[in-house]
């Protein structure tokens, strides 16, 4: 087996996230404009071939993990072949994917059948009225019953991810936070990171030591295991509860010194860091019919490069950040 890359800072970079799609089913207020926006043009967005082709040149160079994400990559036509298609490559041990959770009840088992091993399901509130303000869409049923039909196909861990806004779910800790009693899944805090200039947005994040400090008054809580993922969340688990809990902070606290993660968008554009303004583009190379060996040099050149850490939490913040999540690929 070979050993995946490493870059400057002696980081394993083992991971990519592979973004298939910047369409988007829903308009999540922190992460599009309501009315959308101009969509990249069909075809400067990565074929399913070119994708497949891709994971097989990461595989090759010893990276074992990849997440499908968007946008919302379950819109994207014929999405379970191309799963099927990537668990297969020798070499990738999880492939797992992003998901609002909308399609996920019709999807769930295809999934599971087509290699899914893990899923993120993005889920803010458990109340349908906040949910339909949040998402700009009335679907709060819907996903409920995609997480459960992903629970039925036997899909673990399943992932809750919260995006936690200051005045508009942050009372909602507690309850997100009790479903680990009840379910197996891992609910996951994320701080709310300001991409787009907005005024709505201002004083909107809740820093992770407070979302920690409300937790502890829930019920006894003790550090548990990563699991397999060496990412960005820290872990925690209420005693006597069947799922986990995390908490993941780009803005107070720098995951950067773990970080293992490249990402690719939808139009084959890698990214070494999600603040970062640099991208190596994969689409020509891919397109123009160089060999694996020169795209794999080309990626290892860009892992040399990776900065090592953000600058999220410095003035600079929002002039750091080029694209929006459902853009880079969250
Ligand atoms: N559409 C899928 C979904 O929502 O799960 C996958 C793509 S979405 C861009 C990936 C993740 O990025 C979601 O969990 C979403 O909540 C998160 N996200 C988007 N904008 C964000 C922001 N401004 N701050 C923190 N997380 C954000
Ligand atoms: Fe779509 Fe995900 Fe962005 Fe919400 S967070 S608008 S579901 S891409």
Redesign the pocket.
């Known amino acids: 087996m070979v050993a995946p890359p490493t870059d400057s800072f002696k980081r394993k970079i083992d991971y990519l996230r592979l ?1 298939i799609t910047d369409r ?1 089913n ?1 308009r ?1 207020t ?2 599009m404009p309501e009315h959308g926006v101009p969509k990249i043009d069909h075809a400067d967005i990565l074929r399913y071939e070119e994708l497949v082709r891709l994971a097989e040149i990461v595989a090759g160079m010893g990276m074992s993990k990849i997440r499908i ?5 379950l819109v994207r036509k014929d999405v379970l072949t191309l799963c099927e298609r990537i668990s297969r490559i020798p070499g990738i041990r999880s492939l797992s994917i ?4 909308v399609l996920l009840s019709d999807f769930a088992r295809g999934l599971r059948d087509a290699g899914i091993k893990r899923i ?3 889920l ?1 509130t458990l109340k349908p009225e906040k949910y339909a303000l949040i998402t700009r869409s009335d679907r709060f049923s819907r996903v409920w019953e995609g997480i459960m039909a992903a629970q039925e196909a036997g899909i673990s861990p399943i992932k809750l ?3 936690v806004m200051n005045g508009v779910n942050d009372d909602e800790i507690e309850d997100l936070a009790h479903l680990t009693f009840k379910y197996p899944f891992h609910v996951r805090f ?7 200039q907005q005024p709505e ?1 201002e004083g909107r994040l809740v820093p992770a030591p407070e979302i920690l400090a409300r937790l502890r008054r829930v019920a006894p809580l003790a550090l548990a295991d990563n699991g397999e993922s060496n990412g960005p969340a820290l872990h925690y688990r209420f005693e006597g509860a069947l799922g986990k809990l995390g908490i993941i902070s ?1 803005v107070s606290d720098h995951f950067c010194p773990s970080c293992n993660r490249l990402r690719v968008t939808a139009d084959g554009k890698l990214r070494t860091c999600l603040f970062s303004r640099e991208e190596t583009d994969l689409r020509l190379p891919l397109r123009q019919g160089n060999s694996e060996e020169e795209i794999a040099d080309r990626i290892r050149s860009a892992i040399s490069l990776k900065p090592e850490k953000h600058q999220l939490s410095d003035a600079v913040f929002r002039k750091c950040i080029s694209r ?7």
């Open positions: 973004s988007c829903l999540c922190y992460c994400t968007g946008g919302e990559p992003t998901t609002n959770g993120n399901v993005s803010d991810n919260a995006v994320i701080e709310f990171m300001p991409f787009r947005f780009p929006p999540m459902f853009s880079i690929g969250g």
